[in-house]
């Protein structure tokens, strides 16, 4: 069973940066698409960001050009880089095994908080 641990969240103020780190466990990890999702208070869950075992990248547009998510295999790490924040990105963000815009192959980790003031 595949265990997702992300860190990195934080308060910043608007206009300033973060960058997320998702630890993942499992031997399919470098084969696997990965992807960063986030879920604001009372909302549902959405997909931010997804990254190809070979390193193809997509984003949502309401966080292209602002965030960059990378990964390194050697290490079964995930990064999502936050710049420009604004406190619409305001959520808890998770990684996870990708599987569409709407879903997510994995069980789902704690997450990791980001609040951004204006």
């Known amino acids: 069973q595949v265990q997702l641990a992300e860190s990195g969240g934080g308060l910043v103020q608007a206009g300033g940066s973060l960058r997320l780190s998702c630890a993942a466990s499992?031997?399919?990890?470098?084969?696997?698409?990965m992807g960063w999702y986030r879920q604001a208070a009372g909302k549902q869950r959405e997909w931010v960001a997804v990254?190809?075992?070979?390193?193809?990248?997509n984003y949502a547009d309401s966080v292209k050009g602002r965030f960059t998510i990378s990964r390194d295999n050697a290490k079964n790490m995930v990064y999502l880089q936050m710049n420009s924040l604004k406190p619409e990105d305001t959520a808890v963000y998770y990684c996870?095994?990708?599987?569409?815009?709407?879903?997510?192959?994995?069980?789902w980790g704690q997450g990791t908080q980001v609040t951004v003031s204006s």
């Open positions: 499992g031997s399919i990890f470098g084969i696997s698409a």
């Open positions: 990254i190809t075992s070979g390193g193809s990248t």
């Open positions: 996870n095994y990708y599987g569409g815009t709407t879903w997510a192959r994995g069980n």
